[in-house]
């Protein structure tokens, strides 16, 4: 009885400081909304629809997924960006209209309630907002694009530093 009570409390704590690892390298809500322009990073090229839109866009490539700038991507792919405030706008694509919440990181077809920016199964979904824009992971996003019925795709050249979207 013993020797199970220790490998169940063992377990607990792996599992725990495992989890705990993880929760530290994503940002606090404070950082999330402290980021200013300053902030961007372009430490890769980022093409959609075959424009290069890396300038004035922060964009970074990590090891295995890349942080891209959502409303920008969304403008460069046809859609019309309008801002309602500094944390809310709408989209209007491919005949949908969505809302973009950034504070809550969600997008949300009008006169539906399903948030298109979930993390897929077993995924993290990491973001951040500097000024109006919204930065998404790849995976998010390639996610979303599925979600609304898209054919667009994401794809990531991690040798040449290229990413392609269209």
């Known amino acids: 009885m013993k020797i199970n009570f220790f490998v169940c409390l063992s377990f607990c704590i792996i ?9 530290l390298s994503l940002p606090s809500q404070s950082e999330i909304t402290s980021n200013t ?7 890769c090229i980022l093409i959609v629809n075959k424009n290069d839109i890396t300038s004035g866009n922060y964009v970074k490539l ?4 890349a942080e ?5 991507v969304m403008k460069a792919l046809g859609a019309k960006v309008v801002w309602l405030n500094k944390t809310t706008a709408n989209i209007t694509y491919e005949d949908s209209i969505y809302i973009l919440d950034t504070t809550e990181c969600m997008l949300i077809k009008v006169g539906d309630n399903w948030n298109f920016l979930i993390p897929p199964p077993g ?12 930065i ?3 995976v998010t996003m390639r996610s979303a694009f599925k979600l609304m019925g898209t054919n667009v ?4 050249n991690y040798e040449e530093k290229i990413i392609n979207i269209g």
């Not at 599992?15 to 929760?23: N, R």
């Not at 995924?123 to 919204?134: F, M, P």
């Not at 795709?153 to 990531?156: L, P």
């Open 68 to 72: 891209l700038p959502f409303t920008a």
């Open 153 to 156: 795709k994401i794809n990531i």
């Open 136 to 138: 998404l992971d790849s």
């Open 37 to 43: 322009v300053d902030d961007k990073i372009n430490n």
């Open 123 to 134: 995924g993290t979904r990491y973001y951040q907002v500097i000024e109006y824009e919204l």
């Open 15 to 23: 599992l725990f400081l495992a989890t705990g690892c993880t929760a």
């Open 62 to 65: 990590n090891q295995d997924y």
